[in-house]
């Protein structure tokens, strides 16, 4: 059970958080708890559709993006998370269950997305005091400085919604998935 409330409905959620709400539910189509979690801060609601609004117009692509949120997820063992992104990892971004369960490993089949996944995870392992030359094999494995800096910003972002459920214990509303299971 939540340790603190989550509005029912958009209509019961603060007044301020009500348009970033809409907004979500506009281009996803629904609410999931963590959203109508956060909406009791309009100002965290607001910052994080923000900080993932901006990311989403970057360079690094959905199927790295989605990788990058599992393996965060896995890494913090955020329960909420993991099992948001296995869903939005199966339907949304099309990635397959070995995928999946190799991103929540730190990896991927894919040398491009397994270059970025693991430099994502040692970002959270060494909590950013990952060596000159992590950051040289990145840039060897064909990511640009602009890029380097998304992987960064999404182990941020993931790393913040992660605790935030954690701290929180936001009521799972996906499809549950076993934390050790990948």
Avoid: W
């Avoid at 709400?21 to 910052?47: C, D, H, T, W, Y």
């Amino acid at each position: 059970m939540a340790r603190i409330p989550i509005p029912a409905t958009l209509e019961a959620a603060p007044e301020a958080s009500k348009l970033t709400l809409e907004a979500i539910k506009k281009q996803i189509g629904a609410l999931p708890n963590v959203f109508r979690m956060m909406s009791n801060s309009p100002a965290v609601l607001e910052a994080y559709a923000a900080i993932n609004g901006a990311l989403g117009k970057g360079k690094l692509d959905k199927k790295i993006r989605e990788r990058i949120a599992l393996a965060i997820a896995q890494k913090n063992g955020c329960e909420y998370c993991l099992a948001a992104h296995t869903y939005t990892g199966t339907h949304v971004t099309k990635l397959s269950l070995e995928e999946i369960a190799a991103a929540r490993r730190g990896g991927s089949s894919e040398a491009r997305a397994d270059a970025a996944v693991k430099f994502a995870v040692r970002v959270a392992e060494a909590r950013g005091g990952v060596s000159e030359q992590e950051v040289e094999g990145l840039k060897a494995a064909g990511f640009d400085d602009g890029e380097l800096l998304e992987i960064v910003a999404h182990v941020a972002a993931n790393t913040f919604t992660n605790y935030t459920n954690e701290v929180f214990k936001t009521d799972v509303d996906f499809p549950k998935v076993e934390r050790e299971a990948a």
